[in-house]
């Protein structure tokens, strides 16, 4: 199999791996360690938000040279991958960084009540991108 062949499978599959690994395992652990303040977490998504638009480009650049057309499946899914994480990048990790004071501890103003809808993103993105990757594989 050609690198060009392999690609596609390596982004969505290391993006795979991020948002189950940071999103399903460290976030709650990190939850539930004492002493660890909330600004951790302001940090820890604004980093993989940038890395996961990262390789939503990447995989953008690589629909647009390497694929055949009609991968209907495949289009939608990554257009569908953007917008969530437009979504929780653009507007609700924003709404969620305001709950918290720039020395990273929980302001007045809870935000625990947009955990929820991030979270249910989060489960989203991973559906769509097991979706990408099998239609990928056809």
């Known amino acids: 199999m050609s690198l060009v062949a392999v690609a596609p499978?390596?982004?969505?599959?290391?993006?795979f791996g991020l948002v189950l690994g940071i999103s399903f395992l460290e976030t709650p652990l990190r939850f539930?360690?004492?002493g660890i303040t909330v600004g951790i977490?302001?940090?820890v998504f604004r980093v993989l938000n940038i890395v996961e638009s990262v390789l939503a480009?990447?995989?953008?650049?690589i629909a647009a040279i390497g694929r055949r057309g009609g991968d209907a499946v495949a289009i939608g899914a990554l257009v569908a991958l953007c917008v969530v994480l437009l979504g929780q990048a653009a507007v609700l990790?924003?709404?969620?960084d305001r709950g918290v004071t720039s020395e990273?501890?929980?302001a007045d103003r809870p935000s625990s009540s947009l955990h929820r809808p991030?979270?249910?993103?989060e489960c989203v993105k991973l559906v769509l991108l097991l979706a990408l990757g099998v239609a990928l594989a056809v």
């Open 41 to 43: 977490g302001r940090r």
């Open 118 to 121: 991030y979270v249910v993103l």
């Open 57 to 61: 480009v990447l995989l953008i650049v």
């Open 9 to 15: 499978f390596a982004v969505v599959f290391t993006w």
């Open 104 to 106: 990273g501890v929980a």
């Open 32 to 34: 539930t360690s004492p």
């Open 93 to 96: 990790r924003p709404l969620m």
